[in-house]
């Protein structure tokens, strides 16, 4: 069969408040042209669909359409992530799985419909004459999984609990058929994308808490990886990048399955727009820099010992093109009167930071400077 393998599209992620769903919707589109040139079987979606557990409707919009776009061709399979509500994202299998669709935010796949068949925490996929087993466990907290009924014994670490759940969801593989894991898990030796947020609670997990098998399709870390060659244990990273820190080349995990395993082959995503990092010394190279890199997002880095008024503020955020600001500006008496140096959004970063140990979220920020703006909430 093939294959093809992808994560993490954080359907209606923001970007310094401005939406991503265009760029989303591009992508999507990149990736049925993909799956129908090369007839592919099945499409894996390894968790965090949605960007929130609460998705905007324009994104849960985008998500069913491109599901039934790509269920006229291949089944897929999707299952929540840290940033989905395993609920919400399985609530409407019934309608889904008429469509050749498979969502996942459980174990139960006793009752899912033709061309899958399932039982606890497995489905298989029959496709010309050929059969792959697949275990799945979406997002594995602990509270999660205590939701479901499967408790964890205090006495064992979380890695422990990770493996058992595993090897449970491995008993639907074969000694015949090829076998596929897929989960959304953070692995030790993984290299992140960026720093920009929290890989959800879960601590990292070694390599020996997954099952054998012929493939590990997962899902959690934006750059696309391979964590283990002898094991075939693969992130296929984000959709787009998603953060001014992840330089990381976006992919499609094309999977070809045979008697020998499976081999794997990255398609290069095209979509998206490139986020560009500028430094400016004086407010006409932040201009500069915003005509330069039209169609990009740009982060200006104002190295400048002249703040910015709000008028010239206002000026760079009529670009299309701008996406935030930092004043990077340090001299000795920057120590002494740091805050007329800092952009109001800075302080309130700063604040926030301080008083919680957390980043603020793209959403609570836009609503800190809508506020200092005066504009309606």
Same mark, same amino acid.
């Given at each position: 069969?093939?294959?093809?393998?992808?994560?993490?599209?954080?359907?209606?992620?923001?970007?310094?408040?401005?939406?991503?769903?265009?760029? @989303?919707?591009?992508?999507?589109? %990149?990736?049925?042209?993909?799956? #129908?040139?090369?007839?592919?079987?099945?499409?894996?979606?390894?968790?965090?669909?949605?960007?929130?557990? +609460?998705?905007?409707?324009?994104?849960?919009?985008?998500?069913?359409?491109?599901?039934?776009?790509?269920?006229?061709?291949?089944?897929?399979? !999707?299952? !929540?992530? +840290?940033?989905?509500?395993?609920?919400?994202? *399985?609530?409407?299998?019934?309608?889904?799985?008429?469509?050749?669709?498979?969502?996942?935010?459980?174990?139960?796949?006793?009752?899912?419909?033709?061309?899958?068949?399932?039982? %606890?925490?497995?489905?298989?996929?029959?496709?010309?004459?050929?059969?792959?087993?697949?275990?799945?466990?979406?997002?594995?907290?602990?509270?999660?999984?205590?939701?479901?009924?499967?408790?964890?014994?205090?006495?064992?670490?979380?890695?422990?609990?990770?493996?058992?759940?595993?090897?449970?969801?491995?008993?639907?593989?074969?000694?015949?058929?090829?076998?596929?894991?897929?989960?959304?898990?953070?692995?030790?030796?993984?290299?992140?994308?960026?720093?920009?947020?929290?890989?959800?609670? !879960? !601590?990292?997990?070694?390599?020996?808490?997954?099952?054998?098998?012929?493939?590990?399709?997962?899902?959690?870390?934006?750059?696309?990886?391979?964590?283990?060659? *002898?094991?075939?244990?693969?992130?296929?990273?984000?959709?787009?990048?998603?953060?001014?820190?992840?330089?990381?080349?976006?992919?499609?995990?094309?999977?070809?399955?045979?008697?020998?395993?499976?081999?794997? @082959? @990255?398609?290069?995503?095209?979509?998206?727009?490139?986020?560009? #990092?500028?430094?400016?010394?004086?407010?006409?190279?932040?201009?500069?820099?915003?005509?330069?890199?039209?169609?990009?997002?740009?982060?200006?880095?104002?190295?400048?010992?002249?703040?910015?008024?709000?008028?010239?503020?206002?000026?760079?955020?009529?670009?299309?093109?701008?996406?935030?600001?930092?004043?990077?500006?340090? #001299?000795?008496?920057?120590? +002494?009167?740091?805050?007329?140096?800092?952009?109001?959004?800075?302080?309130?970063?700063?604040?926030?930071?301080?008083?919680?140990?957390?980043?603020?979220?793209?959403?609570? #920020?836009?609503?800190? %400077?809508?506020?200092?703006?005066?504009?309606?909430?």
């Amino acid at each position: 069969m093939k294959i093809i393998h992808t994560s993490d599209w954080h359907l209606g992620k923001r970007l310094e408040g401005k939406s991503r769903l265009p760029e @989303q919707e591009q992508a999507l589109d %990149e990736l049925l042209a993909r799956v #129908t040139e090369l007839h592919a079987d099945a499409v894996i979606v390894a968790g965090d669909v949605f960007d929130t557990v +609460n998705p905007p409707a324009e994104a849960e919009s985008l998500f069913y359409s491109a599901c039934l776009k790509l269920g006229g061709i291949c089944p897929v399979i !999707a299952i !929540a992530g +840290n940033h989905d509500n395993p609920e919400r994202l *399985s609530a409407p299998s019934g309608i889904a799985g008429e469509c050749g669709i498979l969502l996942g935010g459980g174990l139960d796949y006793s009752s899912v419909r033709p061309p899958f068949e399932g039982g %606890e925490g497995f489905v298989r996929l029959t496709r010309n004459g050929e059969r792959v087993n697949f275990a799945l466990l979406p997002y594995p907290s602990l509270a999660r999984m205590s939701a479901l009924g499967y408790a964890v014994d205090s006495q064992k670490s979380y890695a422990d609990a990770v493996r058992e759940w595993l090897s449970l969801c491995a008993r639907g593989f074969t000694a015949s058929d090829c076998n596929i894991t897929i989960s959304h898990l953070f692995m030790a030796g993984s290299v992140r994308a960026s720093d920009e947020a929290e890989l959800g609670t !879960a !601590a990292l997990l070694p390599p020996d808490v997954l099952p054998d098998c012929h493939y590990t399709a997962l899902g959690h870390v934006h750059k696309p990886q391979c964590v283990s060659k *002898s094991r075939n244990v693969r992130y296929s990273g984000s959709l787009l990048r998603y953060s001014f820190d992840d330089t990381s080349d976006k992919f499609f995990s094309l999977l070809q399955t045979s008697p020998a395993g499976v081999s794997v @082959q @990255q398609i290069p995503v095209q979509s998206g727009k490139r986020l560009v #990092t500028a430094t400016a010394t004086d407010f006409d190279a932040c201009i500069a820099a915003l005509k330069e890199n039209e169609g990009a997002y740009v982060r200006l880095l104002y190295d400048c010992p002249q703040p910015l008024n709000a008028s010239k503020y206002a000026e760079l955020r009529a670009f299309e093109s701008f996406a935030s600001l930092k004043n990077i500006y340090m #001299t000795p008496k920057a120590a +002494n009167a740091p805050r007329k140096m800092r952009t109001d959004r800075e302080l309130f970063v700063d604040f926030y930071r301080g008083r919680t140990g957390k980043e603020p979220s793209d959403a609570l #920020t836009e609503l800190f %400077e809508k506020a200092m703006r005066g504009e309606e909430l």
